[in-house]
């Protein structure tokens, strides 16, 4: 049964950092793409930061260059996101999804993520 399982969320104060893990289990691990995507209250759902099969491509969105680093380790078959100097814009459910194209250097458009986890919830507040 495929299965990503995210972990990590949690409450944090402004500027402080978080490690999100996103767990895969089901699946040729190697072959898939993973990102992670997350939702605000009331707002639609962005993408934060992918990662290819092997790790060959990465790509963050604008809010989380400079602060968001992304990394996969195979053999753990699972992908973190390292946060750091949050702020409550960063606040929101956060989800890992995967999707089985491309190459290995290949980081795929949102639209091409198919399976998704069930998230972690991410708040950032004094």
């Known amino acids: 049964q495929l299965q990503l399982m995210e972990s990590g969320g949690g409450l944090v104060q402004p500027g402080g950092s978080l490690r999100l893990s996103c767990d895969a289990s089901?699946?040729?691990?190697?072959?898939?793409?993973i990102c992670w995507f997350r939702q605000a209250p009331g707002k639609e759902r962005e993408e934060v930061s992918c990662?290819?099969?092997?790790?060959?491509?990465?790509r963050y969105s604008e809010f989380a260059k400079g602060r968001f680093t992304i990394s996969r380790d195979n053999r753990q078959r699972t992908v973190a996101l390292q946060m750091n100097s949050l702020t409550p814009e960063d606040t929101g459910d956060y989800y890992c999804?995967?999707?089985?194209?491309?190459?290995?250097?290949?980081?795929?458009?949102?639209?091409?993520?198919?399976?998704w986890g069930h998230g972690t919830q991410v708040t950032v507040s004094s």
């Open positions: 990662i290819s099969s092997r790790g060959y491509g990465v």
């Open positions: 999804a995967a999707a089985f194209v491309g190459t290995s250097d290949y980081v795929p458009e949102e639209r091409e993520f198919t399976f």
């Open positions: 089901g699946f040729n691990f190697d072959s898939a793409a």
